[in-house]
């Protein structure tokens, strides 16, 4: 579920992801952010997204997962480029 106001929410798992670590690169649209333990509790929370290592970053918008990828740079980019 989104926070007001906010277009995706992100789960990561070993790296941990702040509000303050996206507000410096002005991404200001995630809410809220859930840092796991590891990717295994992920797994049985969303088997479908069949995770096989960390880090791994999840990000949903309301409806859907819009973007499952292992790469920090790559979800850094994603939530970058996206409007408000």
């Known amino acids: ?5 906010h277009k995706y ?6 790296k941990e992801i702040t509000f303050d670590l996206l507000e410096e690169c002005n991404i ?5 952010i859930t840092n796991e333990v590891s ?3 992920l797994n049985e ?6 995770l096989k290592k960390e880090p791994v970053f999840i ?6 997962l819009v973007l ?3 790469d920090y740079e790559e979800m850094m980019d994603f939530l970058q480029n996206q409007d408000e």
Not at 9 to 14: D, E, N, R, T, W
Not at 45 to 50: A, C, G, T, V
Not at 59 to 64: G, L, Q, S
């Open 28 to 32: 200001t649209n995630v809410g809220p």
């Open 68 to 70: 499952k990828t292992y």
């Open 45 to 50: 929370q969303y088997p479908k997204l069949e």
């Open 9 to 14: 929410s992100l789960q990561a798992v070993g």
């Open 39 to 41: 990717y295994k509790s």
């Open 1 to 5: 579920m989104l926070s007001e106001g």
């Open 59 to 64: 990000v949903f918008d309301e409806n859907r």
